[in-house]
């Protein structure tokens, strides 16, 4: 399985060295003059009003961050604390391998000794946002990351140095997500090169895997779920 995710993860580095990731200014470039300002604060932490649909509200700042470009803290899913070796045999929802999984499993061939419950969303004491940022923040949808790739423009940006994509809202206000790169096993792969973000969702075709927003394209795809990788909180604006 190691040597898969490895292939994986030099196609993925392979596919996103051939994105346009040049400083000029039709691509974002390296200057600071675009509007990140949060529109409100809950509970300390800052967030942005992007007039999105579903009236989402998006943290300003990753988990474990105090500023836009900051990497913040890496989550395994569904887990709520740093570590520092990220692989199957220190998941906490496995017994040591992808297919002996034991929470958040809908396939009998995947969970441990066949088991399944059939949850496709993150419980809130499984939240990473939560569970660090308190009640009233969380981690986003599947739904709720496709929602940001559409109804956006985004680009390439280095903000302060960092770089990664800015997202900016017809209403004016826009949200910066860093390459913050991914941690497997004890070594942190793709910083500053790419961006990989959780969603609290399953990917319920494999039990094993749950939805993320990869920043390269940006897309949203299923990916394994005991990596580490970077949190964006959102809320409600009800």
């Known amino acids: 399985m190691k040597a ?22 039709t691509n974002g470039g390296d200057n600071n003059e675009v509007n990140l300002n949060g529109t409100g604060t809950y509970s300390g932490h800052d967030y942005v009003d992007l007039g999105l649909p579903s009236g989402t509200l998006w943290a300003t700042c990753n988990v474990g961050a105090t500023t836009p ?28 391998n992808y297919d002996q999984l034991t929470k958040y499993c809908c396939d009998t061939v995947l969970g441990y000794h066949h088991f399944t419950d059939n949850l496709t969303l993150l419980q809130t004491e499984d ?76 990917d319920t075709r494999w039990s094993e895997r749950a939805w993320m927003l990869y920043m390269g394209n940006p897309i949203v795809q299923g990916i394994q779920r005991h990596c580490g990788r970077s949190v964006r909180a959102v809320r409600s604006n009800q």
């Open 4 to 25: 898969v995710a490895a292939l994986m993860l030099m196609m993925t580095v392979v596919f996103a060295a051939g994105c346009t990731k040049t400083d000029d200014p």
């Open 69 to 96: 470009e900051g990497y913040g803290s890496y989550f395994a899913w569904g887990e709520t604390e740093t570590k520092t070796n990220y692989d199957w045999n220190t998941y906490k929802w496995s017994k040591g």
């Open 127 to 202: 939240d990473a946002a939560t569970a660090n940022w308190g009640n009233g923040w969380c981690m986003p949808t599947d739904e709720q990351l496709q929602e940001l790739i559409q109804s956006t423009t985004h680009v390439y940006k280095r903000l302060n140095g960092i770089g990664g994509r800015l997202f900016t809202a017809p209403n004016g206000h826009s949200l910066f997500l860093p390459f913050a790169g991914m941690h497997e096993d004890d070594n942190l792969f793709g910083k500053d090169g790419d961006g990989y973000y959780w969603s609290k969702s399953l």
